[in-house]
């Protein structure tokens, strides 16, 4: 199949800035369109056989809309920005039948209760993830430089679609935050101490400052336990594994005999609707979430609403 051409399709998009998370999954989109072909090289398809994988993918594997439109991004991205080929329109494709699924929120009091039955880092973690908004990925990338404590706000970086907001700095874990920014801190300063110390950086910023990966601003707030040996053979302290975070949140959500289908993202979620109920507008909350449409961040009014969209019953009515 060409293992060189996975390799330019990685090294473009570690040039652009994707995340890792983004590079991996599309990866393995571009290697199943392939290996749906028969291994056939894509210079030698086209918009035919894209829109016979896109159709194969909901006639035979029953993938929901956002999967199928990942899959379409990938192979866009491999003839547009690796193979620099211009597809054209692919045409009508067969398109997964959509039904509007509604996130799973937490109250305020069982948003707590999770909180309350986590310790150490997995509890700061899901309380930015709850008091400020963010994603997972967002949250554990954070880099102690992110922090604006005289402004209250939260920089992320390079955010889903490749872009930066501000989001608040909830205060009330201001002082556990300085805390474990210390701790990362002197876990950087005791790696210099022993020859290590530095840390990934975005590619452009890796060339342009090249000392700038050993310095403390640039070092993640929740550093993995151990070092890491990348593919460069340098020595690297990586952010904490998402799921260290994953495994512990989920437990907390059982601690507390909750019993909603529920992980990390439910407290990103229950930020947005909890802001709805104190009346915010829609369309600040759409920026701290970082929504590219205000259609994405509509969907919490509807999980505002009373069952039968806030109608009241009329068994309900007083005789």
């Not at 035919?48 to 929901?64: G, P, T, Y």
């Not at 935050?177 to 022993?194: C, G």
Request: glycine share 6%.
């Amino acid at each position: 199949m060409g293992k060189k051409l996975l390799e330019r399709v990685s090294e473009t998009l570690h040039l652009k800035h994707y995340s890792s998370r983004t590079e991996k999954s599309y990866l393995q989109w571009i290697k199943r369109f392939i290996l749906y072909h028969d291994k056939t090289h894509p210079e030698q398809l086209g918009a035919r056989e894209i829109r016979n994988f896109l159709s194969h993918l909901v006639e035979d594997k029953n993938v929901a809309a956002s999967t199928q439109k990942q899959a379409l991004n990938a192979i866009s991205f491999l003839y547009k920005k690796v193979l620099n080929i211009e597809i054209g329109s692919i045409g009508e494709i067969e398109k997964p039948k959509g039904y509007k699924k509604l996130p799973v929120v937490f109250t305020h009091s069982e948003a707590i209760l999770v909180i309350h039955n986590l310790k150490n880092e997995t509890r700061l973690i899901a309380s930015l993830l709850y008091g400020a908004g963010l994603r997972l990925s967002e949250c554990i990338s954070l880099r102690i430089k992110d922090i604006d404590f005289s402004m209250s706000q939260i920089v992320i970086r390079n955010a889903k679609g490749q872009k930066d907001r501000v989001t608040l700095l909830p205060d009330s874990i201001i002082p556990e935050l300085k805390l474990q920014i210390n701790k990362a801190a002197l876990v950087h300063k005791q790696d210099l101490l022993n020859g290590a110390g530095l840390v990934s950086m975005p590619n452009a910023l890796a060339k342009k400052f090249p000392t700038a990966s050993k310095s403390q601003g640039w070092q993640y707030i929740f550093p993995a336990a151990n070092l890491s040996e990348d593919n460069d053979n340098k020595t690297r302290r990586h952010h904490i594994n998402p799921s260290v975070v994953q495994k512990a949140v989920k437990k907390a959500i059982k601690d507390a005999k909750i019993l909603k289908h529920a992980g990390c993202h439910t407290l990103r979620h229950s930020f947005a609707t909890n802001l709805l109920q104190n009346g915010y507008d829609i369309r600040t909350i759409q920026e701290l979430l970082g929504h590219k449409s205000v259609k994405t961040t509509m969907i919490y009014t509807h999980v505002l609403n009373k069952g039968g969209l806030g109608v009241r019953s009329p068994l309900d009515v007083a005789l």
